[in-house]
């Protein structure tokens, strides 16, 4: 990848879609709300990784 072409690349915020300097101190969002507002979301359950349910054992005896 050249440098020019790195500079061209555009990255936008994922949670409102506006543009974000790479360097930026929130990147990948452009702010700390947006950060907190994806946060948010994960916590809710509104977003998952797609696989099977991982393994609690009823017993965490061993575990540790």
Not at 16 to 21: G, L, M, P, W, Y
Not at 31 to 42: E, I, Y
Request: include cysteine; charged fraction near 25%.
């Amino acid at each position: 990848m050249t440098s020019n072409h790195a500079a061209a690349l555009q990255f936008h915020c994922p949670t409102c879609k506006k543009e974000v300097a790479r360097g930026s101190d929130y990147f990948p969002f452009c702010s700390n709300r947006c950060k907190t507002t994806d946060l948010g979301r994960w916590a809710a359950g509104d977003y998952s990784i797609a696989g099977d349910d991982a393994f609690i054992p009823d017993d965490p005896e061993g575990y540790a």
